[in-house]
C-alpha cells in the first residue's frame, strides 16, 4: 500500500503510512520492544504493593495500535523473552523470572495483539473507540496480570485486587486519555496531509 492512500478506510495501522519492506517492518519491531523497555523505567513503587505504576501500559497498547497485531505481537514477544533471558528491561531495571508482576508482562503481549487487531479495523480513528480500545487492552493486562500476582505471591484474589489493580487505576486511565489525544489526532493530520 503507498503512502498516500493509506487513509482512514483502508484498514491501515499508522506504521502501514511508512513506506513497506522487511527493513521498516523488523525495525519497528526492534523500536516497539525497546520503547516498552524504556517505557519500564518510568516506573514508580506502590507502598504496599510488589507491582511499581510503571510506562509500560501506555507502550504496549500504542505499540500495538499503531503496528497492528502481528508486528505488535513479534515487539511484546520480544519484548517479553528477552527479559525474561536477563534484558534488565522490566520494571525498575528487572529481568528474569522471579517477579510477581511478570503476569503483567504477558498480558501485555496478548493486549497488543487484540487492540492492533482493532486498531486494523479502525478502533483508533476517534476520541471514543480509542477510549474503548484502551480500555479493552488495559482490562486484557489486568486479566492476566492480576490472577499471576495472586498465584506468585500466595495473596488471596481481593488482596492481589487490592495490590495489583485498585492503585493503578487512575494512572492507567491519565495513560488511556493520553492515547485518546494522540492517536486519532494522528490519523487526522494524516488524513488532511
Ligand atoms: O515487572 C514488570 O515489568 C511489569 C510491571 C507491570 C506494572 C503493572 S501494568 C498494569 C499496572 N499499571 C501500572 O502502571 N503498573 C501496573
Known sequence: ?????????????????????????????????????????????VPGSPVPVTGQ???????????GAGRGLLALALYALAGIAGVPWFA????GTAAPSLGYVFGMLLAA??????????????????????ILGEAIIYAIGVPYLALATGMSASAAIAAGLTPFLIGDALKAA???GVLPTT???VNNR
Open 57 to 67: 501500559t501506555f507502550a504496549a497498547l500504542l505499540v500495538g495500535t499503531t503496528l
Open 92 to 95: 525498575e531495571g528487572g529481568s
Open 113 to 134: 495483539a487484540v487492540v492492533g487487531a482493532l486498531a486494523r479495523r479502525g478502533a483508533d480513528r476517534s476520541v471514543l473507540r480509542t477510549a474503548g480500545t484502551m
Open 1 to 45: 500500500m503507498s503512502t498516500a492512500t493509506a487513509d482512514a478506510r483502508s484498514g491501515a495501522v499508522l506504521a502501514d503510512l511508512l513506506p513497506s519492506s522487511r527493513v521498516r517492518d523488523v525495525a519497528l519491531v526492534l523500536g516497539g520492544a525497546a520503547l516498552t523497555g524504556l517505557a519500564a523505567q518510568l516506573s514508580v513503587p
Open 178 to 180: 493520553l492515547a485518546m
Open 187 to 189: 490519523w487526522k493530520l
